[in-house]
């Protein structure tokens, strides 16, 4: 790391400093014992501004307060069937590590039930605005035919770090993701050519989506238990709000709702004109 980048940690380190004290505490549960690497990850996503990277943590902080986020596996969303039909709806699993020891997050966007542009839009504003610098790569596989023409126009979009971040797979991906992980941390809409992204194309243990797979059903038995010590459990859902995001994210989305709305339009216009 160079000079410029060190003084960096160290003005925002300084800044971080005079923040107030439930701040302070929620960025304790943020960087774990590691403060530098943490500041150093929100200085890369605001281009090493040290002004911008400080009011970006602090935002995330705020969040994190308002939300209750530090506390969120003392509030397991009860009944356990209400739970289920939002995993069901919002198709975001772990299925497992790579080779390297990173978690693999499967987010079923073709498949949901949940509206896919603001899915899309919501998972993807929280991660970068409050976990910024956090995903190595993005796979993208089962890509539909209107997804290159989409693509072509969001690249330019992106900025060039990110660009180098997105892969996208042939087919489901198996070969290419079979690489860096083992098949056992395959996503199960990867395991076999020609299976498509269906959440129903395996067992519910095998289904990273499914509350039924082993990691979910452990990790919602454990927020039962850490609520039941603190008499938390508390029936209705887990809300949390969505920060605005980034203006040249809503930017990227704009363009591709508009050429998602072109695409639509054409096929309607082929459509009239075939019949």
Known sequence: MGADC???????????????????????????GYP????????????????????MIVDSLNWRIQNEIDTVLERPIVPVDLYRSIRDSQLVGLSGYTKEGLPVFAIGVGHSTYDKASMLTSISTVDDLNYPEK?????VVNVPY?????WKVVKPLLQERTKKKV??????????LLKIMDYSSLPHFCRREGSGSSKHSSSD???????DHPFHKELYGHIKEQASHKELIKMGSLHVSIPEPDPN???????????????????????????
């Open 6 to 32: 060190e003084d960096a940690v160290k003005q925002l380190s300084l800044l971080m400093e005079q923040v107030e004290a439930p701040l302070k505490r929620s960025f304790q549960n943020v960087h774990q």
């Open 36 to 55: 530098k690497e943490t500041m150093m990850r929100f200085l890369k996503a605001r281009e090493w501004n040290v002004s911008k990277a400080h009011k």
């Open 135 to 139: 995903t190595e790569t993005y796979y």
């Open 146 to 150: 209107i997804f290159s023409a989409c």
């Open 167 to 176: 892969k996208v797979l042939s087919g489901c991906g198996r070969d290419e």
């Open 205 to 211: 243990v095998d289904n990273c989506f499914s509350l």
């Open 249 to 275: 994210d809503a930017k990227i989305v704009e363009v591709i709702e508009a050429e998602f709305q072109k695409m639509g339009e054409q096929d309607g216009s082929a459509n009239g004109h075939n019949e």
